[in-house]
């Protein structure tokens, strides 16, 4: 592609472009170390690392040309920009031919359930017989081919470059508030822009509450001329954002407990599994979910509202909830010799831990453990929060290490003691390495019982811990076969 027919597609993010030079581009980089000859370099600002000062190495590499948002001379064609970020995502998507074009491309944003409401949404379509892909926390997958994740949202040169790979007709992504703030997504194009919920998370990030809703409103400037949205109004975030879209004639779609929603929730039975009505123009339909607890219940209307907004057959969605197979490391559930339930979950938010306590109490649990940590250098405001959920919702609660993320283990082990005294109501414990946590909740469970391991759901551990494992689920399976062989011994 030729850097002039690049440089139309900048739009006002170009500030000056300093050379008469019009090269071939082969290709896009932002990191100067995978500069090849022919490479457009973008050096990005970031909160570690200026790519600015790394020009010269991408230069020497073969960069063609390069985007940067200082004043410079060099010896290549210099674009200067006003934001670095914004440019690479106009650019990528000039580059790949603005693969979201080709495709239905469905946005995902709010605090919790977007990576299941993602699954859900992938397996409504493939039942129907469409072809999807995904980009989320747990993988991306493109034409039935998993990759690993870097980021919730991957970046613009990703985004644009995993897309322009697909094949399928149908991509589905996650869209994280760092995400928008970062300009991740840009020169991406939504068909439909879904909103879960907000809750208390990312303050680390965002100066408030208010600052973290206003970025997610900020995917629905992404929308496609005939784009819609799909919000879930079962809180006051949805609403308001639902008045939003409303002012800028984006046409709104609302799942809710009231007649006034394009989709009512009815009659929740939740026993083993989730049994709810859903009503729509009418007609009710009585659904089955296999994945307990009411926050799933809002997870499968969002995907049946906007699978039918695709123009799939209600009855086709009923049946392909049915079937749903859960995701790895979202209440994955785990099975112990005694009768106990262990759940793996990546709940790492108040709202999300109070929505796996009430599932486990829901379904009759005896007693409801709970397991959980902080991640270093993260939101701190939210783990007072946290700590009060699992002391009120759960009989007893074990805390200890999540990724420390260069804060020391002293540092972190002193907070955990500190908020345990503080907000534990004599119910908690600390137990710093988590694979001893989990052996000890394993060693002690009994009939009738869920142990909930929240935070981590399928990510790696960054730590080293006392068991051989690399992942909470790892860890139980662990001990499960431990457990076998020492009865075969004995």
Known sequence: MRLTKMLEELGGSLKKYMNDADPDLHGIQMDSRKVKPGDLFVAITGFQIDGHKFINEAIDNGAAAVIGENELELSVPYIQVFDSRLALGRAASAFYQHP???HTVIGITGTNGKTTVSYILKHILEHAGKSCSLLGTVSYIINNEVYKPSNTTPDALQIQELISKSNDEFVVLEVSSHALKQYRIEGLELDYGLFTNLSHDHLDYHPTIEDYFEAKTLMYNYMKKEGSAVVSRLGEWGDRLASILKAKEIPVYSIGYDDIHDLKIEDIKLNGESRFDIQMGGITYPLTFPSPGLHNVYNAAMAFLTAVKIGISPDVITEALKSFPGVPGRFEMISHPE??????????TKDAIEYCLQAAQEHEAVKVKHIFG??????????????????????????TFDDLNGISEEEMANELK???ERFGMNKGRVITDRTLAIREAWENARRGEWILITGKGPEEYQSMYELPTTT????????QKQQKKERVIG
């Open 418 to 420: 500190e908020l345990n």
């Open 339 to 348: 009768g106990a339930t262990f759940i793996v979950d990546y709940a790492h």
């Open 374 to 399: 902080f991640r270093g250098e993260r939101d701190k405001s939210k783990r007072e929060h946290m700590v009060k959920a699992s002391a009120a919702m759960s009989d007893e609660f074990t805390l």
């Open 100 to 102: 979201s074009r080709k």
């Open 472 to 479: 909470d689920k790892e860890t139980l399976l662990y001990l």
